[in-house]
């Protein structure tokens, strides 16, 4: 679709036009003309690639166009600049306009993890570096965190609070048992759906607090040359449970690993996590716990979103993904004392 059937690459042409001066001062010339789209996401986010040369070296570069009354992109510029002074890889904003909703970057390439890992059939063996290199990454940025707490509030991060992960979950039961399956709750299973909640909020707010990045999975991480990985769609990070994105990663709503798989990768995370010294359980049954009690929260919000994503968005490819979320959520619950209510009613919707 060319610029005269698009409005919006329209627009973003004809801003990259004007930007041509401010361009040409940082050493960049583009040539507004090879604007492709990039990709979409489940925001109101489109990403545009356009082809660049900085010195002697061609390089692509990537546009976000975000509408300004949909959402900032002042969350994107702050918190890649925080990821950046933590030493991870994450891109570096050249050019942004807060009125217009544009903002121009690093191109990490095409080759998501998830395109990688499909690539290496999905091998443990094959992908286990790709997820050694997350674990660093993750491990580097909590840490970093947790030593320059005054970095973070000049990144405007909000507390992961009670009542946020409470709404989250709530989605569940607004989003997913009305709209997909369909369940008509009795009192006594409300009742049990707040006591659960409680249950699983008490448990996460237990934990320690660092960076949470959120959707750290496999379809916001690239697969890069040096400093593997590149991280994206970073701009809803918060302060919050530590093994939020562990859980993220790990038990992806995207991609399915068996459980000892699971475990051999955690192990490998709690014990940099332990040399860096970061505040988590020194035993790996007690982490091993946290993390599965913060999946179970996580997996509700997902499944809810999955669901609206559907409903309210016209986006129904999440759907195909709610099998996977439904089947880690049921697992966790049948193993811990107070979760067996919850897990038969997750059992109905299958």
Aim: charged share 25%.
């Amino acid at each position: 679709m060319n610029a005269s059937e698009d409005p919006h690459r329209a627009r973003a042409e004809n801003w990259l036009t004007q930007q041509a001066a401010a361009l040409a001062g940082l050493g960049w010339s583009v040539d507004p003309a090879s604007l492709t789209a990039a990709s979409s996401d489940a925001s109101f986010r489109r990403y545009f690639r356009i082809s660049g040369q900085r010195g002697s070296q061609s390089q692509y570069l990537i546009l976000m166009d975000a509408p300004p009354d949909k959402e900032s992109i002042g969350p994107f510029i702050k918190i890649a600049s925080l990821l950046r002074q933590a030493k991870v890889n994450a891109p570096n904003v050249w050019l942004h306009d807060a009125d217009q909703g544009f903002l121009l970057c690093d191109d990490f390439g095409a080759t998501t993890y998830a395109a990688a890992i499909e690539s290496r059939q999905h091998d443990a063996a094959a992908c286990t570096p790709l997820y050694r290199d997350a674990h660093q990454a993750l491990v580097r940025f909590q840490h970093f965190s947790l030593q320059q707490p005054s970095a973070c509030e000049v990144a405007g991060l909000a507390a992961y609070d009670r009542n946020k992960m409470l709404q989250e979950m709530q989605l569940f039961d607004q989003w997913f048992l009305v709209h997909h399956r369909p369940v008509g709750l009795s009192a006594p299973d409300r009742e049990m759906l707040i006591k659960t909640y409680d249950l699983i909020l008490d448990a996460c707010q237990a934990q320690p607090v660092a960076l949470v990045h959120r959707d750290y999975h496999s379809r916001n991480l690239m697969l890069t040359e040096h400093s593997n990985p590149g991280i994206l769609d970073f701009q809803d990070a918060v302060l919050g449970p530590i093994s939020y994105d562990l859980v993220s990663l790990l038990r992806d709503a995207y991609i399915e690993w068996p459980e000892e798989v699971q475990l051999d990768w955690a192990i490998d995370y709690w014990e940099r996590a332990r040399k860096a010294k970061l505040p988590i359980a020194q035993d790996f049954s007690d982490f091993w716990r946290d993390f599965e009690w913060m999946g179970l929260q996580r997996q509700l919000k997902v499944l809810g979103i999955f669901c609206r994503l559907n409903v309210r968005d016209g986006k129904p490819n999440y759907l195909n993904d709610i099998p996977r979320v439904l089947r880690a959520a049921i697992s966790t619950c049948r193993r811990y004392q107070g979760l067996g209510p919850l897990a038969k009613l997750l059992e109905r919707c299958v």
